[in-house]
């Protein structure tokens, strides 16, 4: 029988090197990427059966990159690898299509069973959530999948960029739009949010997890 094909996903190259010879033990590794957009690049491009991934990552984060690549290829099981251990960060996970949830500090042998759990079509929640949370991350799985932010997905995507300190120009080349499309998005952020500050729009990114490092 052929393994389970598995991509990983850690804008951190040491954890992400740490991981390689763990999962290559059991299953066909087919590439690590360090960040949001290099990520769904490699879906479309190596079709992995499983996506492990951080949710804090550069250009698009973990729970973007999930809703897009639900879209882009519906059959592909997601698995979130992340030091956030809030359970509502969990539901967002879900809620943009993750099949499973894990903690960086549970044990390599649960992070191999999570992995299987999820290529079967078995949803995975890590223990230390509590003990009914798979319940309650379920339901939460079956309802929208834009979260509970108010802004549109490429409103979401230009806030990151902004929030990481990149530039309307620098913004405009990531997204291939326009330096004008994207001040025009910069401006709308600010209506939606009812803010008139560069600064207030990062830190509701930074209080919504769409940008800022884990802790």
Request: charged letters at 25%.
């Amino acid at each position: 029988m052929p393994k389970t094909t598995v991509l990983l996903a850690d804008d951190h190259t040491v954890v992400a090197e740490g991981l390689r010879s763990l999962l290559e033990s059991r299953f066909d590794l087919v590439g690590i990427v360090h960040d949001g957009r290099a990520l769904l690049e490699a879906v479309g491009t190596l079709s992995p059966d499983v996506v492990v991934t951080d949710i804090s990552m550069p250009l698009l984060n973990g729970i973007e990159a999930i809703r897009q690549i639900r879209a882009l290829r519906p059959g592909t099981k997601i698995l979130v690898l992340t030091m956030h251990r809030d359970t509502e960060m969990a539901i967002e996970a879900f809620r943009a299509g993750a099949s499973g949830y894990m903690l960086k500090i549970s044990p390599g042998e649960e992070l191999m069973a999570a992995i299987s759990s999820v290529s079967e079509g078995r949803p995975y929640a890590a223990a230390q959530l509590g003990k009914d949370v798979i319940t309650l991350l379920m339901e939460a799985g079956r309802r929208s999948g834009e979260g509970s932010t108010p802004l549109t997905p490429r409103q979401r995507e230009v806030l990151q960029l902004i929030a990481e300190g990149r530039t309307m120009k620098e913004v405009a080349t990531i997204l291939g739009i326009s330096p004008r499309t994207a001040e025009s998005h910069k401006y709308e952020i600010m209506q939606v949010l009812g803010v008139n500050t560069t600064a207030a729009m990062i830190q509701y990114a930074i209080r919504l997890k769409i940008a800022g490092d884990e802790t």
